[in-house]
């Protein structure tokens, strides 16, 4: 798996593996309203119940309603 970083202001910008985070931790994809509508109108069918349980969960994490 390979991901990216990126900053959104200064103090992400020094975010480093290994000394501020590691393979330990929780990642999670950002969720917006925007992100859920196109789930919602473009996946539908390919969402499994884990599936939406887990973007309900990512809403309440971002504090989307």
Not at 6 to 15: G, K, L, R, Y
Not at 18 to 33: E, I, N, P, Y
Request: overall charge neutral; proline content about 0%; aromatic content about 8%.
């Amino acid at each position: 798996m390979a991901m990216k970083l990126e900053a959104t202001n200064a103090a992400e910008s020094a975010v480093l593996f290994g000394r501020h985070f590691d393979a330990q931790d929780a990642l999670v994809s950002r969720v917006t309203r925007e992100s859920i509508d196109v789930l919602k109108a473009n996946f539908r069918d390919e969402m499994t119940k884990d599936d939406w349980r887990l973007v309900i969960r990512l809403k309440k994490v971002f504090n989307i309603d």
